[in-house]
């Protein structure tokens, strides 16, 4: 199944879509000079939605929108929630893709059977296709809805052999479980598959095997080591610790290589993370920007944390620091993407008049005068309809301003 819809968050973007030099898919250009950080907040519906964050440094963020959802997850997402969203720039430098978990924990942890596949061209306004797997390859033995445990945590690369995106992600299915330690619970196994996306980016390729680790994996995240001339896979040791190849699992973040995208990938058997914080999850690796270093962060869930760490090869990393979640920064497994001056200030000042208009919607009737109350619907109606419509900067800052202002 495919639902595909435009939807509108609003923002202007006459700066945000103005074209940069493609450049390589790792290492971002001179004219990036923040970092978006895309995420959800927790495992409620209302947290189980895309949030933004910004950072002139990649290690402290600062919420959009006060940490309110940048778009609805009821209008996209089949389940009505979503999960783990992975965004990224696309090579022609102004058009981006995030791919999402379609998936509410509410209804269970094995009632996922899908993904959000999302495209925009300025950061808000996104088409959306949402793909359940049991009823898109119906034909596929095992992903049968019955059969299949989840999809989990998509991911985008551009496979420059095949000249196309390719979408990676976690699968699991009741019928690849195994025993562990506990005689009464089987693990599920998860296997990292891969397809690639259309040219629109509204559908995807039939699910190839990418890795296979053995015990279940999830939460993969592939970069291109132009050093090395290799790709490396980080991923999570998922689930109840277990022995795999005398290598005891316990949820780390772990690494693999190879000279081909697609595989196969060598193993190595160690954790990459600072020692002694487990559980982690949701590794993701992005380019410090004006520098040959590479942040790895993850999701320390059980320590109120995300923690950054840094490295020059994407194999030795080396403790930065440990970023507190709290307030309205509150994230759980994301992805950073490096933005240019003119992207980080359109998502500002459309964060400056969404907060304005929400202030001014739920201001107290008390507070307000007869006249006031007159003049807020009209007032509120021509708010929403700047911040639904791309249009120049200088127009949304009027209308913060104007709301600002009301008396």
């Known amino acids: 199944m495919k639902i595909r819809t435009w939807i509108t968050a609003g923002i202007w973007a006459a700066c945000v879509g103005t074209a ?70 696309a090579r022609d430098g102004h058009t981006f893709y995030m791919v999402m978990t379609d998936m509410r924990s509410d209804d269970g942890w094995q009632s996922n059977d899908g993904l959000v596949l999302m495209k925009s061209h300025d950061l808000i306004h996104w088409q959306h296709t949402a793909i359940d797997f049991p009823t898109r390859f119906p034909d596929l033995p095992g992903f049968d809805r019955q059969n299949l445990h989840a999809v989990w945590a998509p991911q985008i690369i551009w496979d420059e052999k095949v000249g196309k995106y390719m979408i990676f992600y976690s699968i699991g299915r009741h019928d690849w479980e195994y025993p562990t330690d506990d005689p009464n619970f089987k693990q599920p196994y998860f296997k990292l598959f891969y397809s690639y996306a259309n040219e629109d980016f509204t559908d995807i390729t039939e699910p190839k095997l990418l890795f296979d680790f053995g015990t279940a994996a999830i939460d993969g995240d592939i970069i291109y080591n132009e050093k090395d001339g290799n790709y490396v896979l980080f991923f999570k040791d998922e689930g109840r610790s277990v022995m795999n190849k005398k290598f005891r699992t316990r949820q780390g973040v772990m690494r693999a290589t190879s000279r081909n995208l697609t595989g196969p990938y060598e193993i190595e058997w160690r954790h990459v993370q ?104 009209a007032l509120l109606t021509e708010a929403q309809k700047v911040l639904d419509t791309p249009d120049a900067p200088k127009a949304g800052q009027s209308m913060t301003r104007k709301l600002e202002k009301f008396k």
């Open 20 to 89: 940069c030099p493609t450049q390589s898919q790792n290492r971002p250009d001179n004219s990036y000079e923040s970092y978006l950080f895309a995420f959800f907040s927790d495992n409620s519906p209302y947290g189980e939605q895309i949030r933004y964050a910004l950072s002139r440094d990649g290690f402290n963020y600062t919420s959009l929108n006060q940490g309110r959802p940048i778009v609805g997850s009821d209008s996209i997402a089949l389940k009505k929630s979503i999960r783990d969203p992975y965004l990224m720039r």
């Open 274 to 377: 600072k020692k002694g914080q487990y559980p982690v999850e949701g590794s993701s690796v992005f380019p410090l920007i004006g520098s040959d270093e590479y942040i790895l962060m993850y999701d320390c869930y059980a320590q109120g944390f995300y923690q950054f760490c840094k490295s020059n090869d994407l194999k030795h990393f080396t403790f930065v620091q440990n970023t507190k979640t709290k307030g309205d920064f509150t994230p759980r497994h994301g992805s950073v993407m490096p933005v240019t001056r003119a992207e980080r200030e359109q998502l500002e000042s459309w964060s400056a008049l969404a907060v304005a208009i929400h202030d001014l919607r739920t201001r107290p009737v008390p507070t307000l005068t007869l006249k006031q109350l007159e003049e807020r619907p």
